[in-house]
C-alpha cells in the first residue's frame, strides 16, 4: 500500500508545516496531505480552529514530493469554495496536486472548471459515495478505516477508483485486514510505522 503523511507528519508541532511534510518524505511516504484554509486572501497551511503561520505558496515553490491538499471550508459557502477552487488551480499549474473535499459541490465545480485538476472525495460512506465518481470526476475515495468493506472496494475497482483509507490504528492487525479489503493507499500520522512494517 503506498503510505500518505497525514497533515505532513500528522499531529504535534509539525502538524500542516513544511518541516513535517519533509519529515514524512524523509520517513518514507509517497505523498503528503495538507490542510488548506483561506483566511484573509491569503491560503494557509491550517486545521480549523488552529492558524498556522505558514503558507501555501511556501509548500508549492519546492514541494517534497506530490501533495493532496485537503480544502477546509471556513463557512458554510459553496461561492467560498470556488473561490478557493479556482485560486488553488491558478497556484498549483506546474505542481503535482491533488484537491480533497468533503463536498460534492466543490469536487463538481472544479471538474466543470478545472477538469486538469485531480481530485479526491472525502466521505463518511464509502460505499455509496464511490458511486458518484464519475458525476463529480474523482479517481480517489478517502475513508476513515472502520468503514471500509468489500462492497465499497468492489464498486470502487468497477469505477477505477483508488480508495485511501485513514487509519490511527497502527497494528498488524489492521494492516493485514487493510490489505485484504484491497485498499490502494494509507494515510497516517505514523508514517514510521507503515512504512517500515511494508518493507
Excluded at 491569503?42 to 503561520?53: C, E, I, K, S
Excluded at 503535482?96 to 486538469?116: C, N
Excluded at 463518511?124 to 480517489?140: I, P
Aim: proline residues 5%.
Amino acid at each position: 500500500m503506498e503510505v500518505i503523511g497525514h497533515r505532513g507528519s500528522g499531529k504535534g508541532r509539525e502538524e500542516n508545516t513544511l518541516a513535517g511534510c519533509r519529515q514524512a518524505v524523509q520517513a518514507g511516504a509517497r505523498r503528503v496531505e495538507v490542510d488548506v484554509q483561506r483566511i484573509g486572501g491569503v491560503f494557509l497551511l491550517a486545521h480549523p480552529p488552529r492558524r498556522n503561520g505558514e503558507t501555501l505558496a511556501a509548500l508549492l515553490e519546492n514541494p517534497p514530493c506530490p501533495l493532496v491538499l485537503h480544502i477546509k471550508r471556513r463557512r458554510f459557502n459553496p461561492w467560498h469554495d470556488r473561490a478557493v477552487v479556482d485560486e488553488i488551480a491558478r497556484l498549483t499549474e506546474s505542481a503535482d496536486v491533488m484537491i480533497e473535499s468533503f463536498w460534492p459541490g466543490t469536487l463538481a465545480y472544479a471538474k466543470r472548471h478545472h477538469p486538469q485538476v485531480q481530485r479526491a472525495f472525502a466521505t463518511a460512506w464509502a460505499w455509496y459515495d464511490v458511486r458518484f465518481s464519475r458525476r463529480l470526476g474523482f479517481a480517489e475515495l478517502v475513508c476513515r478505516d472502520w468503514i471500509i468493506g468489500p462492497r465499497a472496494v468492489a464498486v470502487a475497482e468497477k469505477r477505477g477508483v483508488n480508495i485511501t483509507v485513514y487509519t490511527p490504528r497502527n497494528t498488524e492487525r489492521s494492516k493485514a485486514r487493510l490489505r485484504r479489503a484491497g485498499v490502494a493507499a494509507v494515510m497516517t500520522d505514523a508514517v514510521v510505522y507503515w512504512t517500515e512494517r511494508s518493507r
